[in-house]
């Protein structure tokens, strides 16, 4: 009786671990594998033909702080993040509410708003290429009209980032606007009638009722636009390649760099190593300074 | 001066009428109930009222002033909703005060009115809730509390009791009632429950296809029905209605042919007689036929026949039909309510006939 039953417990341990196994096998080989590799790779030199790789502690990390163009583009992503995230939040948000009220083409406002995040990123930066290009481009063409002189947007280290945080906020704030679209649909309409009633203005009624509501909706967002800030670097590829002299590279698009252009794949591993280091705290400090303030229906 | 006066109010969508052309008095102090079927448009009413819907056509006055495109924030009107509208996230206190800070009350009034509507309300114990928290009567308090605080003198309710169990309706009933004659507010409460508007009324607006079908007292409309409409609407079970034809000169029931039950006649009419003035005789009375009998507690509905005519009586007691049997019927000639068969309504021009 025992044997019996052990022999099926077995048999349907088995049958467990089967269907655990396409999940998992996936998840080791593309998840956890690759971030205890990366890991590893970061104690070790770059092993070349003459010298191979050996285990070196903590001095990959060692002349990380002493790489300038780490700081500064750690700097750059700083800032990128700081600007875009907010602006793109806001606008998503006010163009929600706007295409959630009775406007004449509704759809065909909804549909524009959300077209450019299904375009891809490659296509958006050559489209955005095009305005940015000095003389011909929209943007200096519209200036020369108004009579202002022509300016090489992506070539002048104190604008390029800038123009690198429009693209982006163009790109991602339609994104973001379906949520909270989503998330204003939910909402009764009666406790907007109910607040009127009271005599609450619509702003109020905003700041009173309707943020607080979207709560959820915002943290979920600020988590995606946090991601989005060090993961979205496509554009790059095509407006700067981090130029000119770094001051519009991005954390990811150094690690690239360094990883397949430097062939430094220690040192990427390294960079790699913060990266989700820094990525992990900022997710989890949203989750437990923010979450209590969310309310949750 | 009436507290609210609809003139000629209409509410078009396209090409939909929802209101047409309704207009009633309101007086201060009073407790007066929209009653009518799902689609009436009584509803549409009470929001037009509250400026949560623009009048299409007329003019609607507040204590005889015109507010008709007046913002609803402005026409010093509360308003509880079917689904409460609380605001989820704030707290019961939250809630109720919300219109108050919105007004800029100072916190020491708001504290005192917060107190003595509490305490009205029975919600003391509860104010730190949610209100995902509380039970369906306790958001229905926290919703009546939010209504009164602001000391409106106008009330308006949408269904307020429709989310409730059938026992705390009916404890619920009383309450609103008693808190309505207490502040002396005057109350303008949408039902399709013709037992709450029966119960709560002062005066009863009953509304058909967004036209009003008959308005008065809840006596008037049990007792004196303006249409067919009103007598099928109002009581449970139903009033009686019985097609009545010519036979040999005589005005009989479709059917049955041998008993005269109307004095005189001038075209086609239905008599309308209610369940609870007919009683099952003996001897003497209409011939008819007994089907079946519900079993209600205090009384039975029987299900009976008079010629082709379906009727119910309601008798008390207990009474058993395990198979159709004959019986005689009779009722009062005051007890019958006589209708035009073509327009539906109430004509005092032909008399009926005791039997």
Known sequence: MTRKMTRYSLKSQATGWLLLMPAAVFLIAFTYYPTIATLAKSFFSQGTALRPSQFVGLENYASLLDDEVFWKVARNNIIYAGITIPISIALALLMAIWVNGRLPLRSLTRISYFTPTILPMIAVANIWLFFYTPEIGLLDQTLRGAGFNGHNWLGDPNTVLGCIIVVTIWKESGFFMIFYLAALQSLPPELEEAAKLEGASRWTYFRRVMFPLLMPTTLFVMINAVINSFKLVDHLFILTKGGPDNSSSLLLYYIYEVAFSFLDQAYASTLTVILLGALAAIAIAQFVFIDKKVHYQ | ?355
């Open chain 2, 1 to 355: 001066m009436s507290a609210i006066e609809l003139s000629d109010i209409v509410k078009r969508w396209g090409e939909t009428t929802a209101v047409d052309n309704v207009s009633f008095k309101i007086e201060d102090g009073d407790f007066v109930v929209l009653l009518g079927p799902s689609g009436c448009g009584k509803s549409t009413t009470l929001r037009m009222i509250a400026g949560l819907e623009d009048v299409t056509a007329g003019t609607m006055k507040l204590n005889g002033v015109d507010m008709t495109n007046v913002a609803p924030s402005k026409r010093r009107i509360s308003m509880v909703f079917q689904s409460y509208a609380l605001f989820p996230h704030l707290s019961v206190e939250e809630n109720i005060l919300f219109g108050l800070k919105v007004r800029k009350i100072p916190r020491d009034e708001r504290a005192t009115r917060l107190d003595k509507v509490a305490e009205l309300v029975g919600l003391s114990t509860l104010l730190d809730r949610k209100p995902s928290q509380l039970s369906g009567g306790q958001r229905q308090r926290v919703a009546l509390a939010r209504a009164v605080i602001a000391e409106n003198k106008i009330c308006l309710m949408d269904e307020p009791l429709s989310n409730l169990d059938a026992k705390l309706r009916q404890d619920m009933r009383f309450e609103i009632r008693a808190l309505q004659e207490r502040l002396n507010m005057t109350v303008v409460y949408v039902t399709h429950d013709q037992a709450e508007a029966m119960s709560m009324a002062d005066k009863v607006i009953l509304m058909r296809e967004g036209r009003i079908e008959q308005e008065g007292t809840p006596d008037e409309l049990y007792n004196r029905p303006a249409t067919v409409f009103a007598a099928s609407f109002i009581g449970t079970p139903p009033m009686n209605l019985i097609n009545t034809t010519t036979h040999d000169g005589a005005f009989v029931i479709e059917g049955e042919n041998q008993t005269q039950v109307l004095e005189t006649s001038l075209s086609e009419v239905l008599i309308g007689i209610r369940p609870e003035h007919i009683s099952i005789t003996d001897d003497q009375g209409i011939q008819a036929q007994l089907l079946s009998a519900d079993y209600q507690g205090a009384d039975t509905i029987v299900n009976g026949l008079i010629g082709t005519q379906k009727v119910l009586i309601r008798t008390p007691g207990r009474v058993a039909i395990n198979k159709p049997l004959h019986a005689r019927l009779s009722w009062n000639k005051d007890n019958v309510h006589v209708f035009k068969a073509d327009t539906g309504a109430r004509t005092e021009l032909i008399n009926a006939v005791s039997v």
